[in-house]
């Protein structure tokens, strides 16, 4: 089903037949920039060559598109944002502009709340307790609970707050039937993000910064691109400021 749903981000109305090789390695790569570990990706990428194995032996589909498909080999740890570079990315989108806003409210909930790039697209506006600046959220790694709450912190909540007030302005002569009202990160035309769309937002912001300091001096560097790069960034700060790593795990939404 998460195939199937990535699908829909790169064809129009995909079908068995219309998937190829590469719709299979890209989705193997989205799940790399997502942050997922290559034992997950390589997890992923059996159930779907299984799956087209057993169309094969129906006689649905002659061949299987996943069959030559191989992960990329995991490299070395990339080299963390610093606590420095963080705040320098945080000052990047303009404040002024509803997709500056946008982006910003972005970075803050990705870093600061620590979340992936699923959690973050399935935010509605009621999942928002700004005065207690907090959110709930559905963390992937327990579905069976309703939601955790994650802190957003002052930098999070001010970062939230400057961008609903552009996107009132923004959706406010909108017709109403044409936008995902209770959406919380939407498009100029009131819909709600794609994937993709916050992965090429990241993606820029991490290529400024990479230019204001010079362009990229180690290959170790480079691989730092993506959401779950933030994510990465805000569980490694917050253990090296003294936070139980076993706590923080639980924050993040992860299994113990």
Same mark, same amino acid.
């Given at each position: ?16 037949s219309t998937i190829e090789a ?116 559905? /963390? ?33 002569? /909108? ?20 994937? /993709? ?33 933030? /994510? ?25």
């Amino acid at each position: 089903s998460q195939f199937a749903r990535f699908l829909h981000t790169c064809i129009a109305g995909p079908t068995v037949s219309t998937i190829e090789a590469e719709h299979v390695k890209a989705f193997c790569e989205h799940l790399a920039v997502e942050g997922r570990q290559p034992r997950t990706i390589t997890r992923k990428l059996a159930a779907i060559r299984s799956l087209f194995r057993f169309l094969q032996c129906a006689g649905v589909r002659p061949d299987n598109p996943a069959l030559g498909v191989r992960p990329e080999e995991p490299a070395s740890d990339p080299a963390p944002l610093t606590p420095q570079q963080i705040r320098s990315l945080l000052q990047l989108p303009e404040r002024d502009s509803f997709t500056g806003a946008r982006n910003r409210a972005i970075l803050e909930l990705l870093y600061g709340a620590g979340l992936r790039l699923d959690e973050l697209l399935a935010l509605n506006l009621s999942h928002l307790d700004l005065a207690g600046e907090r959110l709930q959220v559905q /963390r992937q790694s327990t579905p069976d609970t309703p939601s955790s709450v994650a802190p957003l912190g002052a930098p999070g909540t001010a970062a939230l707050r400057d961008y609903l007030l552009q996107r009132a302005e923004v959706l406010v002569d /909108r017709e109403m039937t044409q936008v995902d009202a209770g959406a919380l990160f939407v498009s100029a035309r009131g819909r709600r993000l794609r994937p /993709r769309t916050v992965q090429r937002i990241v993606e820029r912001y991490l290529r400024v910064l990479d230019r204001s300091e010079g362009g990229w001096k180690h290959e170790r560097a480079r691989r730092r691109h993506g959401p779950g790069t933030l /994510r990465a960034a805000c569980e490694r700060h917050l253990v090296d400021a003294g936070a139980d790593a076993g706590l923080v795990a639980a924050l993040l939404g992860r299994r113990s």
